[in-house]
């Protein structure tokens, strides 16, 4: 059985139902193909299931990519307060959680709710459970054909939307890459992103049993100019919390962390003006900066060399240049995203159409335009999605 349409679109997500409103609204015939039983699963998970749908502060210095131009484009068409006004029309309500990023009051499922409303009064047909065989495209008629089981999807416009590897449990695959590859794409080599980090044996053996402490820290590493300041947990396996997760995906598997553990604080300074220089007034000091047992733990593994002004000086170099090597990241079932992917020198960055291939689109995370923590990850695939959409 053939079906035709204007449109298909691989991938019920963020990216891949936004582009479907929008091309549906301009009254293309889409049809959108979900592998999965149901549409929207990263969305529904996200933000501890409260969805970080966009970040109010977004700009193009809060995404990692080979071209870091390229989401310039797509975000200037498409912003935070566009995505805020679709929120508002659906009466959802939100809440900033902190450093501009949006959360729902109630729950991630008000937001896929919104996206299937859209999609339904736009005339969008949606088909979950749609395992895809193959894909080609008939260059003579300048249409693609997607072979699922049982049925074929013929279109002169084919939108990739699948996402990249990160969480396999609720379906990830490298799909979209193969896609790209297969219609002779360039791919940036994917990797883990806001991913938490092992630690190799000797260091779990020095600091794990202390899992579930957590402190303020500034994160950053030699070879990125981005450092950032929040908070650190200790884990069974290693480090993550939100400034972990941020310096994982610039960290090239090779250089060391530098983790600032008292940042804006002149602990020696605090000392020499105390005028009471030796170890015990250092400890007390460590526990008003510290969490009490990290606090203990560093003075184990950093002790005092004495009680000169040079000694505490040391001291406090290393407390504000933690260097880590971590052992590896905890991979793609951990990552929250996945950096690399499609090459964005490949892809217009006004309509995410392939210049070497016409009627290809590739938008969200498939594409080598990864998002730091926050929601930024959300407003990228909106945008992305918005630009396909009125170009397909």
Request: hydrophobic content about 40%; some cysteine; overall charge neutral.
């Amino acid at each position: 059985m053939e079906k035709n349409y204007d449109v298909i679109i691989l991938g019920a997500g963020a990216a891949g139902l936004m582009c479907a409103i929008e091309a549906g609204k301009r009254g293309r015939r889409v049809v959108v193909l979900e592998r999965s039983d149901r549409i929207g699963k990263k969305i529904l998970i996200s933000g501890g299931g409260r969805c970080n749908f966009t970040n109010l502060h977004t700009t193009a210095e809060n995404f990692l990519s080979a071209n870091p131009h390229f989401a310039k484009s797509a975000l200037a068409r498409y912003t935070p307060a566009d995505f805020i006004r679709l929120v508002e029309k659906h009466r959802i309500a939100y809440h900033e959680k902190k450093l501009g990023g949006l959360f729902c009051d109630r729950a991630a499922s008000d937001i896929v709710a919104m996206l299937e409303q859209e999609g339904r009064d736009a005339g969008v047909e949606i088909l979950l459970d749609t395992k895809i065989k193959e894909v080609r495209k008939n260059a003579n008629q300048n249409q693609f054909t997607v072979q699922a089981e049982g049925v074929s999807f013929d279109a002169p416009r084919l939108v990739v939307a699948t996402g990249g590897l990160s969480i396999a449990k609720i379906g990830a695959t490298p799909f979209g890459y193969d896609l790209a590859r297969q219609f002779g794409l360039r791919i940036q080599p994917p990797r883990p992103a806001l991913v938490p980090l092992v630690f190799s044996e000797r260091d779990r053996k020095r600091w794990c049993d202390l899992a579930g402490v957590s402190t303020e820290v500034v994160a950053s590493t030699p070879g990125s100019r981005q450092t950032f300041r929040e908070n650190m947990l200790v884990t069974h396996h290693g480090v993550s919390g939100p400034a972990i997760l941020q310096i994982s995906s610039y960290w090239d598997g090779k250089e060391p962390i530098h983790l600032d553990l008292a940042p804006g604080r002149d602990l020696a300074a605090e000392m020499r003006n105390g005028g009471h220089r030796d170890p015990s007034n250092w400890k007390s000091l460590l526990r008003e900066v510290l969490p009490r047992r990290f606090a203990d733990r560093w003075i184990e593994n950093h002790p005092l060399t004495g009680n000169s002004d040079r000694a505490f000086a040391e001291a406090e170099h290393q407390l504000h240049a933690w260097e880590l090597n971590p052992q590896s990241t905890e991979g793609y079932g951990k990552a929250e995203v996945t950096a690399g992917g499609v090459d964005t020198g490949e892809l217009s960055a006004k309509t995410m159409e392939a210049k070497k291939v016409p009627g290809l689109f590739f938008i969200g995370e498939v594409v080598d335009v990864t998002g730091q923590l926050g929601g930024f990850n959300f407003q990228w695939a909106w945008a992305s999605g918005f630009c396909a959409g009125h170009a397909v």
